[in-house]
């Protein structure tokens, strides 16, 4: 009887009992590995040689089972992946309609303020920072016109320059 890959068992059986006796090429033996993960048969050299090629013929059949596998794990991964970015979705979506909306803006904010140790009442605090406010802005005035002094002398030593030469 023949198997589809076009050998006997005794061609097999020869075949195991050649591999045992090192007789065959390198090519030779892993076209008969290939074979021995492809044939049913079973005879007493053929088990023998499975028995010492169980590491190679494990890893063959690994690489065989990942190359096979490996398109339904990713199919998995993305079915997966789509559905938990889906109901992410779903929940940051809900909780955003969810949320009482108002037109006026909440403050929750306590604050206190002290000036020399003593604590501030709401109007003596709005009343320093309104006079802080005042005085940083008079500052950054002051800056500016010394900035706009500082750039019109310059230009005015520039233009002494030019028409020097």
């Keep these: 009887m023949k198997h589809p890959h076009n050998i006997t068992l005794q061609e097999a059986d020869t075949l195991a009992r050649l591999y ?3 007789k065959l090429t390198h090519l030779q033996e892993t076209q008969f590995e290939y074979l021995l993960t492809n044939i049913p048969y079973d005879s007493p050299a053929i088990r023998e040689v499975r028995s010492i090629m169980v590491p190679s013929l494990l890893i063959a059949q690994a690489a065989h089972n990942h190359s096979t596998s490996r398109p339904r794990l990713r199919h998995k991964f993305s079915f997966i992946a789509g559905m938990a970015a889906s109901v992410t979705l779903i929940l940051a979506a809900s909780l955003y309609w969810i949320q009482p909306s108002s037109t006026a803006p909440q403050n929750n904010y306590i604050v206190e303020a ?3 140790g ?6 003596q605090a709005e009343y320093y920072a309104r006079k802080t406010e005042a005085q940083s ?3 950054l005035l002051k800056a500016k016109l010394h900035s706009e002094a500082i750039q019109q002398q310059s230009m005015s030593n520039m233009n002494k320059i030019l028409n020097s030469q």
Excluded: I, S
């Design 137 to 139: 802005m008079a500052m």
């Design 114 to 116: 002290y000036v020399n």
């Design 20 to 22: 045992l006796e090192c």
């Design 118 to 123: 003593t604590t501030l009442t709401d109007k």
